[in-house]
């Protein structure tokens, strides 16, 4: 499995940015798909993940900001971010589950500023 993201950048505080992941390779439908991120000095975080079904899971700091969605036909997982803070910025990884499996994507860079 490959995992390609895009859709990051420069956006200033209070800004929207949409992430996407696509996925290739043998890909089945118990997947979980989601986005972590990882800021300078810290560890990486659970931003949002959603399954095959369409159960999602939030970290807290970006609940009612933030929304994931996927589309299975296309193996592809996107990461809606509203109402941007500083905070925020850091390099975004798409990921993708499988029972004990895991891959990871290249990680995309966010910077939020003024």
């Known amino acids: 499995v490959q995992l390609q993201a895009s859709g990051g950048g420069l956006v200033q505080p209070g800004g929207s940015l949409r992430l996407s992941c696509a996925a290739s390779?043998?890909?089945?439908?118990?997947?979980?798909m989601g986005w972590y991120r990882q800021a300078p000095r810290k560890q990486r975080e659970l931003v949002a993940t959603m399954d095959s079904g369409g159960i999602t899971n939030y970290a807290d700091f970006v609940k009612g900001r933030f929304t994931v969605s996927r589309d299975n036909a296309k193996n592809t997982v996107y990461l809606q971010m509203n109402s941007l803070k500083p905070e925020d910025a850091a390099v975004y990884y798409c990921?993708?589950?499988?029972?004990?499996?895991?891959?990871w994507g290249q990680g995309t860079l966010v910077t939020v500023s003024s």
């Open positions: 990921n993708a589950k499988d029972g004990p499996l895991s891959w």
């Open positions: 390779g043998v890909i089945d439908n118990f997947f979980v």
